[in-house]
């Protein structure tokens, strides 16, 4: 069984069709020694389609992570909205928000998504890995949903957080607008080759939960009914209380970090809706990156035994994570994951 296959079949819902656990990452998958390995660096790696599909594929090449994984910072959708965002120069850094966007009710949607901003450059990355790795690797391609891109990087969080307690109806405005804009780039990738679209939302436990349902979950099941595509809701910090909301945003999977124990995930998704698969959820500061070895291996077989469907880091890998604890986060997963 190849890593499409295994993926593939847990996210269709034949969890017993499987060898084995897979060892996945649905967001960023950069690291410096990948970049160093591909010769593929940033910034140029956001912006040029060849180095960043073999950025996206490196984990896989070198370490047998179970997908690809693109693109890798949270701007892409930001920066096609008009908003600013700054490249730092000589150095590996992540991108970031150079100006936030001054009028929220005057974000400049592009008529064209598929020719917005690095939209075009993910596409193309897309096309290069689907015609090696169609039907042996699934490849994943992340989005930042309506939510947090709006709160986190064009409108800024205080500013919005400020109107979805005071004036709800407009930041709904606000969401509404920019629908069709998702709904667009998503179908986008899945048409080029997408097999798995991850919805990234980091910004769902800044807020209290009861914004979940509110602000966060419309938008996301409009996405996804638009969608053949398995999907994935990734959240990071404590999910504990939306736990049940997430599963009901009507995704393939959630994906969870260590903040939210997976022996309680798993207990509270079975609940609801049983082998609903749950993704996570090894530290990648405090586990994947100092090491050591063993407590790599400790916390996969932990991770493993309190009933995850596919092991991860908990969000992106750190940038400075050795190629060998990448390695090894795939070999217990392997060792472990075999013997369920």
Sequence with gaps: MNSYERVMNILMGRVGDIDRIPCVNTVSVATIDFM????????????????????????????????????????????????????????????????????????????????????????????????????????????????????????????????????????????????????????????????IITFHEMGATTVPPIYFDEFITPYLREIVKHLKTPTVLNVCGLAKPIIVKMVNVGCSAIAVDELTPIKHAREV??????????????????VLLPGPISRIMEEVGKCIGDGVSMVSPGCDFHLETPIEHIKVLVDATVKYGSQR
């Design 36 to 195: 160093k390995a591909t010769n593929a660096y940033w910034p140029e790696s956001h912006r040029d389609p060849e180095k960043m599909a073999k950025l996206a594929s490196a984990a896989h090449r070198i370490c047998g992570l179970d997908n690809v994984s693109l693109p890798f910072d949270m701007l892409l959708e930001a920066e096609a909205l008009g908003v600013k965002v700054e490249y730092p120069e000589g150095r590996i850094q992540h991108p970031y928000v150079k100006e936030f966007s001054m009028e929220p009710f005057k974000i400049q949607i592009p008529k064209d998504v598929v020719d917005a901003g690095r939209v075009p450059v993910v596409l193309r990355a897309i096309r290069i890995l689907r015609r090696e790795f169609e039907g042996k690797t699934p490849i994943n391609v992340y989005l930042n949903p309506p939510f947090t891109c709006v709160s986190s990087y064009v409108v800024g969080i205080v500013r919005f957080f400020t109107l979805m307690r005071r004036s709800p109806n407009k930041a709904h405005e606000i969401l509404k607008s920019l629908l069709s804009f998702f709904i667009e780039m998503a179908e986008a990738y899945e048409e080029a080759g997408a097999n």
């Design 269 to 286: 998704v079975d609940s609801v809706k049983i082998n609903y698969p749950v993704i996570g959820n090894i530290s990648p500061g405090k």
